[in-house]
């Protein structure tokens, strides 16, 4: 069994410089858009590295370097919408879906604040120790409804694939994310959260972040961030 996990991670070290990824295109109506017309161009967008860390700004939208909006793509509360991925989610992965109203034009709008509340997820699948699977591993793209009593207006739109194949050690974690701009028309009077914030919302001690998947293969599986609002 330690032979395996000694082999486990050294494949994960190797695979993990081969396998980057981002998140340049939108969905939206069932076709995927221009990449970087709907969402802002991250500072990985030749690179496609990861962010490692949790507490610093680029873990919001990744744009310290591009300072980047983009255009803003209109879409119907309760319609389904989502991000396409320029490769695969190669690794042992679970996704998270954020969204946060901007208090105006979206595209003058950072995202910073306690402002974020998670729509969507993709956990990890676990039986007890038997094996844990990624559902999310191999997608290329990732497709959510908006909920329909979210209360219409500009928003930013946030996808976060969390890479654990090497996230034994704190930092190890890889955050592939981007953000997109929408206006949400035709939407309710709900009231959305909990509500976080970016930096903030993780520490990278989180047990769905900070995990070895490979030996002891884990019981069970914590999705990191707050519970997802249906509306």
């Known amino acids: ?36 017309e709907y969402v802002r161009e991250t500072n ?28 803003t793509a209109t879409v119907a509360a309760g319609a389904t919408i989502g991000f396409a991925c320029d490769n695969t989610m ?4 679970v996704v998270n879906v954020y969204m946060a109203k901007a208090p105006g034009n979206v595209s003058a709008w950072d995202g910073s604040g306690t402002v974020w509340f998670k729509v969507y997820q993709i956990t990890a699948v676990t039986n007890g120790g038997t094996s844990i699977t990624f559902p999310a591993e191999g997608q ?14 500009q928003y930013l739109v946030r996808v976060e694939n969390i890479a654990i194949h ?12 981007a953000c997109g701009q929408i206006n949400v028309t035709g939407g309710g009077s709900g009231t959305p959260g909990p509500l976080v914030a970016f930096p903030g919302a993780y520490t990278g001690y989180e047990p769905g972040i900070l995990i070895n998947i490979y030996s002891p293969i884990p019981a069970n599986y914590t999705q990191p961030g707050p519970a997802v609002w249906t509306g």
């Not at 990985?44 to 873990?59: K, L």
């Open 1 to 36: 069994m330690k032979s395996f996990a000694c082999a486990a991670t050294l494949l994960a070290a190797v695979s993990s410089t081969l396998a980057h990824y981002t998140f340049p295109s939108l969905i939206v109506g069932g076709t995927t858009t221009t990449a970087w």
């Open 44 to 71: 990985n967008y030749n690179s496609q590295a990861p962010v490692t860390d949790v507490t610093i700004p680029d873990i919001r939208c990744y744009t310290s370097t591009t300072n980047a909006i983009s255009s």
């Open 90 to 93: 190669y690794h042992p992965s």
């Open 140 to 153: 290329s793209t990732v497709n959510f409804a908006i909920p329909k009593n979210l209360p219409s207006g």
């Open 166 to 177: 090497a996230a034994s050690a704190h930092g190890g974690a890889q955050f592939y994310l």
